[in-house]
Structures are given as structure tokens and as C-alpha cells.
């Protein structure tokens, strides 16, 4: 048997158009901010992650090779997607429909600012 490549998954990063406005969004979510710095002169990264979850969401801002609006394939998970999908449409979000299907669990998808789509879950 060969050795795995690859031992684990750190970041999946996201663009935005307002890496502050996206930053605030998330930390309503229960993401805390890991890192916020410039890497470099004009390229914020902001990091931010679940509370003792080793993968973490970094927000880069867009451009010509990071546009938004793209389907992230993330998957959350919530204790109560019912509450989760009212919150993410208080908060003014294009929310999916709550699917509530015997054979799954009880799931719907948003999109961010950007139109950036995340999926949820009930676990």
C-alpha cells in the first residue's frame, strides 16, 4: 500500500468584493478570525475557522483570476437547520429552499454578498 500524499485539508479560500463586510458576515456565523494581515502589499488574507475545526475559510479579494459568484461546495453544518436557514435570511440572503427529504437530512444553500453558494446541513 502506498503512503498517502496528502494527511489533511487547511484552508479553502473564497473571494470577495468587501473582504471586512464578508469577514463580519462569517464571525455572525460563529467563524472566528485565525489571521487578518497583508501578505503583501495589497493582498489581505483573512482566515477563519470553526472552533476546534483544523480546516479553516480564508476571504480573498477578487479579481481577473479569483472572480465571485462561484459555487464553493462548501458544506456546514448546523445542530438546527431551520433556525440556520431563518438566520441567513434575516440577514438578507439569498437562501435556498429548505429540503426536507426521509432519506437526507434536513439541508438548504445561500450565496454570500458575492453570490458565493455554501451549502448546510442538519447534523
Do not use: C
Request: glycine share 8%.
Amino acid at each position: 500500500m502506498t503512503k498517502p500524499t496528502f494527511t489533511g485539508m487547511h484552508t479553502v479560500a473564497v473571494p470577495v468584493t468587501d473582504q471586512e463586510r464578508s469577514k463580519a458576515l462569517f464571525e455572525r456565523f460563529g467563524l472566528e478570525t485565525r489571521l487578518d494581515t497583508e501578505l503583501q502589499p495589497g493582498f489581505r488574507w483573512i482566515e477563519l475557522a470553526l472552533a476546534d475545526s483544523p480546516t479553516s475559510l480564508a476571504l480573498v479579494q477578487t479579481g481577473p483570476q479569483l472572480p465571485v459568484g462561484i459555487d464553493t461546495g462548501i458544506r456546514l453544518t448546523t445542530p438546527d437547520a431551520r433556525a440556520a436557514h431563518a438566520g441567513v435570511i434575516e440577514l438578507g440572503l439569498d437562501a435556498g429552499e429548505l429540503l426536507d427529504w426521509e432519506t437526507a437530512p434536513l439541508m438548504f444553500s445561500f450565496t454570500d454578498y458575492d453570490g458565493n453558494r455554501f451549502y448546510v446541513s442538519q447534523a
